[in-house]
């Protein structure tokens, strides 16, 4: 069975990978440009080793408690573990002991206890802005959108909160294209949206250039709009288990 469902991630993996370079060769960009991250939520650890043996450098959670065992059993693993779920303060603690990113923080409170558990556990974490692009554009701190995010007029401030939060870095924005408002079904148009925002907050804090976008469906839009990071699951790992 391992040795059957390594020749399945393998060759899903490859699918994957002629994908994302199809994508960059289109856009004029190198392949270089674009980090591919394994989204791994509901697939064991066994699936995180076979995609650690095959290459992959970076995996994806968004549950705290599916991630942090799954995390400990692959610790041997050269690997960088990203969270991007919707988080709740009182599991940040957990989170900060094996994420080396969080994708999305959306709030001073969520900022306030990453930098207090970072700073205890002696480690530097790599923080993206999640942006909620169904929110009300013109909202401050308070528009949220419906998977989690802060509205674009929220970034610049939550930005600056990270970037000088001790224990924090800040790398950077993540979005996940809108089911409604304005930009639904427009992926290309909110990735584009996402990146006029990159530019923006790299005009305050210019190593911020993380631009995290697009899944199985709409890598290619991600990667066409000049996203850095494509977060891709299903496309590698298959149909999730226990799921629809």
Request: some cysteine; overall charge negative.
């Amino acid at each position: 069975m391992t040795e059957r469902r390594r020749d399945e991630l393998a060759a899903n993996l490859a699918d994957v990978e002629r994908r994302i370079a199809a994508a960059c060769a289109a856009a004029g960009r190198g392949r270089d440009e674009v980090t591919l991250i394994v989204v791994t939520k509901t697939f064991p650890a066994g699936d995180v080793r076979i995609l650690s043996e095959l290459g992959v450098r970076h995996v994806a959670e968004n549950r705290d408690q599916e991630a942090a065992p799954k995390a400990a059993e692959c610790s041997d693993l050269p690997l960088s573990w990203h969270f991007v779920g919707q988080l709740q303060t009182n599991k940040v603690r957990s989170v900060v002991g094996y994420a080396d990113f969080v994708q999305s923080v959306d709030r001073a409170r969520l900022v306030t206890a990453l930098a207090r558990e970072a700073v205890r556990a002696g480690r530097e974490l790599g923080c993206l802005v999640q942006v909620a692009l169904d929110a009300d554009e013109s909202a401050a701190g308070g528009g949220r959108g419906e998977r989690g995010g802060v509205a674009p007029g929220g970034v610049a401030e939550l930005a600056d909160l990270i970037a000088g939060s001790e224990g924090l870095r800040l790398d950077g924005l993540m979005t996940v294209a809108p089911l409604a408002g304005e930009y639904a079904g427009r992926q290309q148009a909110a990735f584009e949206r996402l990146m006029d925002l990159s530019t923006d907050l790299r005009t305050a804090h210019p190593a911020a250039s993380m631009v995290s976008a697009g899944m199985s469906t709409d890598l290619e839009q991600a990667v066409a709009a000049g996203a850095t990071h494509v977060r891709v699951g299903s496309a590698v790992l298959g149909v999730r288990p226990g799921l629809g």
